[in-house]
């Protein structure tokens, strides 16, 4: 066994090669971590960017995560359509993975004792993938109306671009829905055409 003392969210999951140079091939891998709270968030962007890419170890046939979170990220996480924690990071995850919560972990089970509790999620690539356009460009997309969450999804185009509140329609999105009401594979579908014109939306 070898114990890598190395920052994970600098060095990524990146596989080895052997002593021969030839990459070490694995049938299955199942990354189970108990993440710290304050990493958590951007060490898992990383590892969707990485699963959509199939770049590492997601480039295995069979790879899962299991990864505690704090419980108010492992709810974004998780959360589907109409769901109040639903966020930018419930689009990113769903994405590319199915995104379940296997079960809460309190507080008081620690040692030192957190101040919030925490939660399990277990994520798995889709076997039938959803994603069309780059991840970056999904990530760019949830990023940009959910600051915006509170407003209909027609008023944040409109106050972008009067003229783009048509590439809802044409993705099959409700102009009169909010952010967090919108499926995944609706959002993918935007990316995809944003892609497809060479729209850019505002940094």
């Known amino acids: 066994m070898k114990i890598d003392h190395s920052q994970i969210i600098d060095c990524g999951l990146n596989l080895e090669s052997n002593s021969s140079g030839l990459i070490k091939q694995f049938d299955s891998v199942h990354l189970v971590g108990n993440l710290p709270f304050n ?10 960017h990485m699963v959509s890419r199939m770049e590492g170890i997601f480039g295995t046939p069979n790879v899962s995560m299991t990864l505690m979170f704090q419980k108010e990220v492992g709810d974004r996480i998780t959360a589907v359509a109409r769901e109040s924690p639903r966020g930018r990071l419930s689009v990113l995850s769903q994405s590319v993975c199915d995104a379940y919560k296997i079960y809460n972990v309190r507080a008081a089970s620690f040692v030192p004792r957190p101040k919030v509790d925490a939660t399990v999620v277990q ?3 889709l076997k039938t993938p959803i994603l069309k356009s780059s991840l970056k460009t999904v990530e760019h997309l949830a990023r940009f109306v959910f600051m915006k969450r509170r407003k209909m999804l027609a008023r944040i185009f409109k106050d972008w671009d009067p003229d783009r509140v048509q590439l809802l329609e044409e993705c099959g999105i409700d102009p009169t829905l909010r952010p967090q009401d919108v499926p995944t594979e609706l959002y993918c579908n935007l990316a995809q055409l944003l892609e497809q014109r060479n729209i850019e939306l505002p940094k």
């Open 39 to 48: 990493v958590a968030t951007p060490l898992l962007v990383q590892w969707l």
């Open 123 to 125: 994520l798995r690539p």
